[in-house]
């Protein structure tokens, strides 16, 4: 299995639903963090034209591990492999898809995009090479 991780504290129900299908399934999860460059955490903040790349992916990093921190403990018998890729996140779900059985992703309730949808998770839906279950949080 593989989960989509955004690193944001609303994605909880995501990770949730993930690891609680992967300790149902006895499966393994591979939890995959996507980024493509630094991006703005504030109205009006400036980014620098150049960055650490190795900077940057090292903080990535570092946010994929807090974001899936305590349930390592909650299912010590699921086996989790961690994958930070610079990409973008639909293609890096979409490359998972290939080695795994299931992918679980993300949707806000209440985007205005098509079908509730944001452009990764439709994405995702359409090219993925394994069943895909969205879960709405």
């Known amino acids: ?14 990770l ?6 992967a300790a149902l399934r006895h499966a393994g999860l591979r939890a995959v963090h996507a980024w493509t460059h630094p991006v703005a955490t504030a109205p009006g903040e400036m980014q620098p034209l150049v960055y650490d790349v190795d900077g940057v992916g090292a903080e990535e990093a570092r946010l994929l591990a807090e974001s899936i ?10 086996t ?3 994958r930070v890729v610079r ?16 992918v679980v ?3 806000h309730t209440g985007m205005s995009a098509w079908l509730g949808l944001g452009a990764t998770a439709h994405a995702v839906l359409h090219h993925a090479r394994a069943p895909v279950i969205v879960v709405r949080h």
Do not use: C, W, Y
């Open 1 to 14: 299995m593989a989960v989509g991780v955004t690193g944001h504290p609303d994605q909880e129900p995501v």
């Open 16 to 21: 949730d639903f993930a690891f609680r299908e």
């Open 69 to 78: 921190a305590g349930r390592r403990e909650n299912f010590p018998d699921v």
């Open 80 to 82: 989790l492999t961690e």
């Open 87 to 102: 990409e973008h996140p639909a293609k890096a779900l979409i490359d998972a898809s290939v080695e795994t059985d299931l």
């Open 105 to 107: 992703i993300g949707a």
